[in-house]
């Protein structure tokens, strides 16, 4: 019984997820943030996040070239580089 309890768990929170509702720019500035320490928390969640940004960062038209120039123009904007 508790398994099946923690596998619905699993199961809901993944698909909330996979919508993109906690970690979403805009739902993160209105709900003041703790939703998305509390999905946060649960690293089924953190996974699901990290598949997603993976499977979209694969889907460009030039898979990791943008993903890389992006971080290059941020540090150089910080000083790092």
């Known amino acids: 019984m508790l398994s099946m309890c923690i596998q619905c768990h699993l199961r809901t929170t993944q698909t909330v997820v996979v919508f993109g509702v906690p ?42 070239a943008c993903l890389a120039k992006q971080y290059f123009q941020l540090c150089m904007r910080a000083g790092y580089v």
């Not at 999905?39 to 993976?54: E, N, T």
Request: proline letters at 10%.
């Open 23 to 64: 970690y979403t720019p805009d739902y993160y500035k209105n709900a003041g943030g703790a939703i998305t320490i509390i999905f946060s928390l649960f690293p089924w969640d953190l996974l699901a996040k990290g598949f997603q940004d993976l499977g979209a960062a694969a889907l460009g038209p030039s898979p990791g």
